[in-house]
């Protein structure tokens, strides 16, 4: 599976940024998310969604982002979306798609199997 995320870059607090990514190949995955690590951190899972089956559309959010990030997905191209408004300067970190076959449950980054390249988002106080 190969993973092309776009999106990110510099805003002010109070901004909106979109990210975007598009999973390709085989096999199928039924959960793709998307993951930040800030300088000195650790990578942690900001949302995931549920892609098929009866779990299809159900979502996962780190509390901090909570009412500010929304993720959705397209089936048909097989991509998914993080929308961020309010954006914060403590939500500055390298953004990175991730996908797997399994639970929506589980938030370790161990737990994924396929990664994108990661994206950079800026905020600015």
């Known amino acids: 599976v190969q993973l092309q995320a776009s999106g990110g870059g510099s805003v002010q607090a109070g901004g909106s940024l979109r990210l975007s990514c598009r999973a390709s190949?085989?096999?199928?995955?039924?959960?793709m998310g998307w993951f930040r690590q800030a300088p000195g951190k650790e990578r942690e899972l900001v949302t995931a969604i549920s892609l098929s089956g009866m779990t299809a559309g159900n979502t996962k959010y780190l509390d901090t982002v909570i009412g500010r990030f929304t993720i959705s997905k397209d089936n048909n191209e097989k991509t998914v979306y993080l929308q961020m408004n309010n954006l914060k300067p403590e939500d500055t970190a390298v953004y990175l798609c991730?996908?797997?076959?399994?639970?929506?449950?589980?938030?370790?980054?161990?737990?994924?199997?396929?990664w994108g390249q990661g994206t950079q988002v800026t905020v600015s106080s």
């Open positions: 991730a996908a797997k076959r399994g639970a929506l449950g589980a938030a370790e980054h161990t737990s994924y199997e396929y």
């Open positions: 190949g085989t096999p199928s995955v039924n959960i």
